[in-house]
């Protein structure tokens, strides 16, 4: 197929050379791949390509046509074709490709802004709970589509927030300066905070991790810096349970919490003491 010109290989007839868009490849004429192409080769009996030209990719032996994306960081094969590998700093993806970061200052009030933990309500908009280091509170901003909004919502640091299904906040923290309240549990409904005390011991609830399962109750992994332990708490039928996660000689940091699909507890923590991660 496609002989330009042959020649006798004693009892066999072979392609010396070819008609356009066919390259001779184990004495037969293959079909070569064009668009993108700058440069063929052959593979066994194959014509694949080698070279592409700007805007193309090399994937299988054909040149795939990668579509120009602003902010693109790479690209890379996928099925035969040209896919977005990722985004460029200064940009994310989104449904269009990469879409430039949209960045907000939130609170320039005092030294602010340590421990953040953020979470989305069913419209999208972020809530994010932080440490008001020099008023030593714990605070609350949001955005609610068109501005900004914070509240202090106790004394205390260390604030780990959710948002359960009815778009209700629930944030742990550990209550007072230095955590000499221990670990608290606090409900925004209605616009009002409930405040429960779930470890009153001094020194609890640094580092806290929350997390809501699948009937709404929480669940809370944190530190005890007055015995060294990580500590695991949980809230049913009305009533606080706690666990400690490590008997041996730990000191818990960095605490945190998954649910599995069973609400089973998973925590992590650093060990502080030996540098250790567990």
Excluded at 39 to 67: D, N
Excluded at 98 to 122: E, K, M, Q, R, Y
Excluded at 205 to 222: E, F, M, T, V, W
Excluded at 253 to 261: I, Y
Aim: include cysteine.
């Amino acid at each position: 197929v496609g002989p330009g010109y042959v020649e006798c290989l004693g009892t066999t007839c072979v392609a010396t050379a070819c008609l356009h868009g066919y390259a001779p490849c184990a004495g037969l004429c293959a079909l070569c791949p064009v668009a993108g192409v700058s440069a063929h080769g052959c593979a066994g009996s194959a014509c694949l390509a080698t070279v592409c030209s700007a805007g193309f990719l090399l994937c299988g032996g054909a040149c795939a046509y990668c579509p120009v994306v602003v902010g693109a960081a790479g690209y890379r094969c996928e099925a035969g074709g040209c896919v977005l590998d990722g985004c460029a700093e200064g940009y994310r993806p989104c449904a269009t490709g990469c879409c430039p970061w949209t960045l907000w200052l939130v609170d320039s009030t005092a030294n602010v802004g340590f421990n953040i933990s953020l979470a989305l309500d069913s419209l999208g908009n972020p809530h994010i709970a932080y440490t008001d280091h020099t008023n030593r509170t714990v605070k609350h901003a949001w955005f609610d589509g068109a501005a900004w909004a914070m509240e202090v919502v106790d004394w205390g640091a260390s604030g780990s927030i959710e948002i359960d299904a009815a778009d209700n906040l629930h944030l742990s923290y550990c209550h007072l300066s230095f955590c000499r309240g221990g670990l608290r549990y606090a409900v925004r409904s209605g616009g009002a905070w409930s405040f429960e005390d779930v470890d009153a011991a001094s020194g609890v609830g640094a580092d806290s991790s929350l997390k809501l399962d699948r009937a709404g109750n929480p669940h809370i992994a944190y530190g005890d810096a007055g015995t060294n332990r990580v500590k695991y708490a949980r809230r049913t039928g009305g009533l606080w349970s706690i666990e400690i996660v490590e008997a041996s000689i730990v000191i818990g940091s960095a605490v945190a919490l998954a649910l599995d699909a069973t609400d089973q507890p998973h925590v992590s923590f650093g060990d502080r003491w030996n540098r250790d991660f567990m």
